[in-house]
T-cell receptor, first 117, second 111 residues
Framework: DGGITQSPKYLFRKEGQNVTLSCEQN?????MYWYRQDPGQGLRLIYY???????QKGDIAEGYSVSREKKESFPLTVTSAQKNPTAFYLC????????????????FGPGTRLTVL | GDSVTQMEGPVTLSEEAFLTINCTYT??????LFWYVQYPGEGLQLLLK?????DKGSNKGFEATYRKETTSFHLEKGSVQVSDSAVYFC??????????FGGGTRLMVKP
């Protein structure tokens, strides 16, 4: 089955620690995205990548870092610089990023809930 | 910049009631509009979409019409079921394929 997997489902972190969230897709999609979800605020874009070895900051990139060494993988690191990291993190992918004209639906993973203790 | 505004929830309905969740947007150009649904503990699933003015998106009994004159994309369903209980997100897509989401509306359907 094709899809997006995120692991772990639940993650606990002590203050001052970095933690990495995994996102893998076997849909052969070029573009991948990371969103943060907080209650009542919808989803906010953290980082996105339209192609391997390239990524751009989204609206709330401070305190986060990403890498895109492989097409199928887009891990997100929540660093100690992120002051309020407790949230639900969602990864998504689409066929293409900014290719003009056509619609490229974003498919979402099941999410990782991060809690800072 | 682009923005999406949804009615705040939770919306609580009895089974078989009529559902409306309001959504309005602000955007430059001609965005595509979407409704996503999130069931408890899960990611988002695309529910329906409309890509131009007056288009009606529909799926699983849900409908929404792209109204350019009122910049709205209200979600409706004639008869809700308990299984429709979820959080619903309205979103728009700009020219760069980036999605802008509303704050989400929680729907609770009681038997």
């Amino acid at each position: 089955d094709g899809g997006i997997t995120q692991s772990p489902k639940y993650l606990f972190r002590k203050e001052g620690q970095n933690v990495t969230l995994s996102c893998e897709q076997n849909l052969n999609h070029d573009a991948m995205y990371w969103y943060r979800q907080d209650p009542g605020q919808g989803l906010r874009l953290i980082y996105y990548s339209q192609i391997v070895n390239d990524f751009q900051k989204g609206d709330i990139a401070e305190g986060y870092s990403v890498s895109r060494e492989k097409k199928e993988s887009f891990p997100l690191t929540v660093t100690s610089a992120q002051k309020n990291p407790t949230a639900f993190y969602l990864c998504a992918s689409s066929i293409g990023g900014t290719s003009g004209g056509g619609y490229n639906e974003q498919f979402f993973g099941p999410g990782t809930r991060l809690t800072v203790l | 910049g682009d923005s999406v505004t949804q009615m705040e929830g939770p919306v609580t309905l009895s089974e078989e009631a009529f559902l409306t969740i309001n959504c309005t947007y602000t955007a430059t150009g001609y965005p595509s509009l979407f409704w996503y649904v999130q069931y408890p503990g899960e990611g988002l699933q695309l529910l329906l979409k409309a890509t131009k003015a007056d288009d009606k998106g529909s799926n699983k009994g849900f409908e929404a019409t792209y109204r350019k004159e009122t910049t709205s994309f209200h979600l409706e369903k004639g008869s809700v079921q308990v299984s429709d209980s979820a959080v619903y997100f309205c979103a728009l897509r700009n020219a760069g394929n980036m999605l802008t989401f509303g704050g989400g509306t929680r729907l609770m359907v009681k038997p």
